[in-house]
Structure formats: structure tokens, C-alpha cells
């Protein structure tokens, strides 16, 4: 999982204290005891880093380490790198003023990059320690409308509680907290669930402890399924036999749960003489990070072209790719993205990489809706909870 990332975080965590040794250790008494206690958290994060790397797998099979590894790289790496550069900066800027007017001259400058150093120290603890603890509890239920034209007049007022991204597996020592989520679905007397994809971490063994609580999720009409990236065996370093064998394990869960999977197929949902159609596409990622196995051709063989498609695909980023130029489906419901489970006064840094990341998107009378996860690999969130999405569909007059 940090293999792309290890050399910056090297860097990071042995750069400030090179930095910090120069000004304010070199010169003080005592200089050994205190470079004991600058340098102690960083080689123990080195040696937790280089040992991560060298794992063949995404992350240890334990996740409770990699979580530990990440909460102390959050309080410990991050905030030292931050108010490094927050001191660096703020000793070239009193250095600056000290050379432009002579009266600075005569007087120490402060240095003010120090006490942005420390608000900025103290925002990022309390940002991991909330994210990490209650911020990951937190469900919100979004409710949204989609009015379109094409949809038949007995389906006005059709309900979809749309959910993604459940990663299960992190749920493993808390199902409580799970069987609540569940609750919270269930309690929207929905006429349809649809899941979006990402049900598992790694493995499909993982699901086992949550089967019970899962098979518990219930719709007038089912619930639809598709398949996310983590659904697939790409994040273990095992046999082809092996990875093929779990992801049909995988599969095989899914469907002993009840639920409909649908993989590059689609269903027909009828009320009276009408019908909708409720199309899922296997993963269509980027093809170099995640898998594209999307195929829409397959996935809508057959459905008329004046059709009311509801197209599932975990993927948000196949809508502009495949989705609006190969189909007339209407209404896109993705995840994937979690909102990268972060977001400050509502922006998110997921805006950076994605044009629809979390909520209602448009093109037309065409939408996308992506939602933000119910869970995530990594048990944190701040500004970004949980989320259920509530959709009704409306018949345009």
C-alpha cells in the first residue's frame, strides 16, 4: 500500500530531524540525550516503513498494524514534517526582514513560522485522533430526487437506497457498528437496495463474521450488487489458482446473501405493465490501478433503446468514459471514490482527481450519483461521514 509513496515518506520522517539537530540541538548542552529523543521516534518509524515495504502483499494480514502504522504517522511524522517547514519558512522570512531594514537588525527577530508550526501540530492531531475514533462512526442519510421523462408512470415515487464501498473487513472487531448501518438501510422501507461495490478488503474471508448481518438487508423489489476493485484478488500476492478461487468465493458470498449480482447483466423490475431496467457492469477503472472489465455492449444486450436504465458501476469515472457516450442509461450510481474520507469546511482533496467524487451529478437529464462510502479500508474519516443515499425517482410531466 506505501510501496509508491516510500521514498517521500523516508524523506519525510529524516529530513526534519537533520533540520532540527542544526538548530536547536548542535550548540545545547546535554546535545546527546536530546538527539536520543529526536531521533528514537524516527528510526522506529523507518524500520516500521521498510518492513511494511518489503510485504508482498498491499497491506499485512493483520490490519490492526497497518492502522497503527498510519495513526503514528499521522501524530508522529506528518505534524514534525509540517512544523518543520513551517520554521524553515518563517527563519528565511525574519532573515529577509533583517536584511531589508536596518532597525530589524538591532532586535532578534521571532520567528513566526514557529507558532504557525504548533496551530498547525495541534490541528493535525486533533484531525487524526477525531478521524480515527468518532468520526468513523458517523452515518449520514443523504436523500436526493432524480426526475427524468423516461421513467414509467408506476414507478413515480420509486425508492433506492443506494450504498457503496462497505469494506467489511475493517468491521471485523466492531459488527456492531455494522448491524447499525444495516438498521439505518433497512429502516428507508426502500423499494430497491443497490450496492455499489467494494464489499470486502482483500479477501473473502473476510465476510464470513458478517454474512449474518449482511443477508439482513431487505427491499420490496431485492437488492442489486456489482463488483468493486477490492472485490477482485488484486490485493494479495498469491497463486492465479488462488486468486481465482477467491474471487469466486466472493461471488459465491454475495449471492448466498440473497443478493442480485449483476456482472456486465442487467434485470428487468416490473410494477403493473411497466418495467425499469436495473443494468450492473463488472469494475471499469483506469486499467493501470484498477481493473477494466467493463463491458457495456454485454451488460445492455437487448434493452430497448426507450428503456429506463438504473446503471450500476463502482467506478464513477467510467460514466463520461463508457457510460453517456455507449448508453442511454439515465441514472449512474457509483462509489469508489469515499470523498478520500476527508473534507475540510466541505471541500474535498478527492476534487482534485475525480469531476464526480460524492453527490448528484449531471449531464443532461442524464445523473450520476456517487456516493461516499458506507466504511473504508482505513478507519478514518473527518468532515466526510458514512453515508446512505436515499433515491427517489420522479416521473417528469
Not at 529523543?37 to 523507518?46: D, N, V, Y
Not at 513560522?113 to 498547525?120: A, P, R, V
Not at 482505513?378 to 458514512?386: A, L, T, V, Y
Request: net charge positive.
Amino acid at each position: 500500500m506505501i510501496t509508491k509513496i516510500f521514498i517521500p515518506i523516508l524523506i519525510a520522517i529524516v529530513l526534519p530531524d537533520i533540520y532540527f539537530y542544526l538548530r536547536y540541538i548542535r550548540k545545547r548542552k546535554n546535545k546527546a540525550r536530546r538527539l536520543a529523543m529526536l531521533l528514537l521516534p524516527s528510526i522506529m518509524m523507518a524500520v516500521a516503513t521498510v518492513g511494511l515495504v518489503t510485504s508482498r502483499n498491499f497491506a499485512p494480514k493483520d490490519m490492526s498494524v497497518m492502522n497503527t502504522y498510519l495513526l503514528l504517522l499521522a501524530l508522529l511524522v506528518v505534524p514534525k514534517l509540517v512544523f518543520f517547514l513551517s520554521s524553515l519558512f518563517g527563519t528565511l522570512c525574519s532573515r529577509i526582514v533583517r536584511t531589508l531594514f536596518k532597525k530589524a537588525r538591532q532586535h532578534p527577530a521571532r520567528n513566526y513560522g514557529n507558532i504557525t508550526g504548533w496551530i498547525f501540530v495541534l490541528l493535525i492531531w486533533y484531525i487524526s485522533i477525531y478521524g480515527s475514533t468518532a468520526g468513523f462512526h458517523q452515518l449520514n442519510v443523504r436523500h436526493v430526487e432524480y426526475i427524468s421523462a423516461s421513467l414509467p408512470a408506476s414507478f413515480d415515487g420509486y425508492k433506492i437506497v443506494h450504498f457503496s464501498d462497505a469494506h467489511v473487513g475493517t468491521y471485523q472487531s466492531c459488527t456492531d457498528i455494522l448491524r447499525e448501518y444495516v438498521d439505518s438501510i433497512n429502516a428507508q422501507d426502500a423499494d430497491a437496495v443497490m450496492f455499489t461495490g467494494d464489499l470486502q478488503n482483500r479477501e473473502p474471508q473476510e465476510l464470513y463474521p458478517c454474512i449474518d448481518i449482511l443477508s439482513t438487508i431487505k427491499a420490496k423489489d431485492g437488492v442489486y450488487s456489482v463488483l468493486g476493485n477490492h472485490d477482485y484478488a488484486n490485493y494479495i500476492h498469491a497463486s492465479h489458482s488462488t486468486k481465482v478461487a477467491n474471487e469466486r468465493e466472493t461471488v459465491r458470498l454475495i449471492r448466498q446473501m440473497g443478493w442480485h449480482l449483476l456482472v456486465n447483466d442487467h434485470v428487468a423490475v416490473r410494477r403493473s405493465s411497466d418495467s425499469i431496467v436495473v443494468a450492473g457492469m463488472a469494475n471499469d477503472g483506469d486499467s493501470i490501478h484498477f481493473p477494466r472489465l467493463g463491458d457495456i455492449q454485454k451488460t445492455l444486450n437487448g434493452v430497448n433503446p426507450e428503456a429506463f436504465v438504473t446503471m450500476l458501476e463502482h467506478d464513477p469515472s467510467s460514466w463520461r468514459r463508457k457510460i453517456l457516450p455507449e448508453s442511454h442509461a439515465q441514472l449512474t450510481l457509483s462509489g469508489h471514490t469515499h470523498a478520500m474520507q476527508f473534507a475540510l469546511f466541505g471541500w474535498s482533496p478527492a476534487s482534485l482527481i475525480y469531476d464526480e467524487w460524492g453527490g448528484m451529478f449531471f449531464e443532461g437529464d442524464r445523473a450520476i450519483n456517487v456516493s461516499t462510502g458506507l466504511g473504508g479500508f482505513i478507519p478514518f474519516r473527518f468532515g466526510m461521514p458514512s453515508e446512505i443515499v436515499v433515491i427517489t425517482l420522479r416521473k417528469k410531466r
